[in-house]
């Protein structure tokens, strides 16, 4: 077993409690201990797209928490949580509702690049503890700013019309994104206050809602020894990338981590097959080097 299986994530569960969800359905289905990892933490609180890497797949895991990622979330206005989420006290209110109108008008200044200011209420570290941690201790944390990228934002979805209690967004957003920091910022811009009601990921990188499977589809495959059939194969996670076709000499080079020469490929990074096998990750310049190997020779 190794591939990519993509969960739709429900709410309450937290990214670590799907991947033993994962490592339990695979010891149903009789597949022992395999290596299982997650793409891409997603808060309990929120749902969606959640890539499981599983055995040699876990070698991209780091790749894909660097993918972009798509979003679907509703800002609640008139309150802001300590969180920015449903789970905070109320630390703020207001009794400013933005319309649609307003609302479209200040989504350009957060499309592009931009700064902000990531959550208390989050996994970074400060003085080596988590921000989370500091925060729920009652302690002010000073987090600061980082630079993200708003691919796209629009609006998906407006409950009333006039003044807003509530609307829902779409955006796609660089890693290290913080939703709920955005949606602070731009009730902020609307001389308003709110924090996220509702948020789930629609997209991870290359994966969608589309081959997502729920916690029952994943359970009942693994009693019934089908889990193979949810397996999206390794080579899923890399759809963005150059195929390069090397020989069996080529591949036992690379597979000792030695250089090739004299190969003509795309610069930069590429995926080394031999037949239908993925090798490695490699990068090509001068030469090609092995970036990360896969250990996929008995298959």
């Given at each position: ?112 690049p931009i700064s902000q200011m990531p959550p208390a209420y989050s996994a ?176």
């Open positions: 077993m190794h591939g990519w299986i993509i969960l739709d994530k429900p709410l309450g569960l937290g990214s670590t409690q799907a991947v033993s969800a994962v490592k339990r359905a695979l010891r149903i289905a009789g597949h022992g201990k395999a290596k299982v990892g997650h793409g891409g933490t997603l808060d309990p609180l929120a749902s969606g797209v959640l890539p499981i890497a599983i055995g040699e797949a876990t070698k991209l895991s780091g790749r894909m928490l660097d993918a972009d990622k798509a979003y679907d979330f509703t800002i609640g206005f008139g309150t802001e949580t300590d969180t920015l989420d449903l789970e905070g006290a109320v630390v703020r209110t207001s009794d400013v509702r933005p319309t649609l109108a307003q609302v479209e008008g200040v989504l350009a200044r957060f499309t592009g970074l570290k400060v003085d080596g503890k988590r921000a989370y941690d500091l925060a729920r201790a009652g302690e002010t944390v000073e987090l600061a700013h980082r630079d993200v990228v708003i691919h796209a934002l629009r609006v998906r979805d407006h409950a009333q019309q006039g003044p807003l209690d509530a609307i829902t967004l779409s955006a796609r957003v660089s890693k290290g994104t913080y939703i709920r920091s955005l949606a602070r910022d731009i009730a902020d811009a609307l001389d308003t206050v709110g924090h996220v009601t509702m948020l789930r990921r629609i997209k991870a990188g290359p994966f969608t809602l589309e081959t997502a499977i729920s916690l029952d589809i994943l359970d009942q495959s693994a009693k019934d020894v089908r889990l193979q059939e949810l397996l999206l194969p390794l080579t899923a996670g890399l759809d963005d990338i150059p195929v390069l076709a090397v020989s069996p000499d080529q591949a036992h080079a690379l597979r000792q981590g030695r250089r090739l020469i004299g190969i003509a490929a795309p610069p930069g990074l590429n995926l080394a097959i031999l037949g239908e096998m993925p090798v490695a990750l490699v990068e090509v310049g001068d030469d090609i080097s092995v970036v990360r190997g896969f250990n996929l020779m008995s298959e």
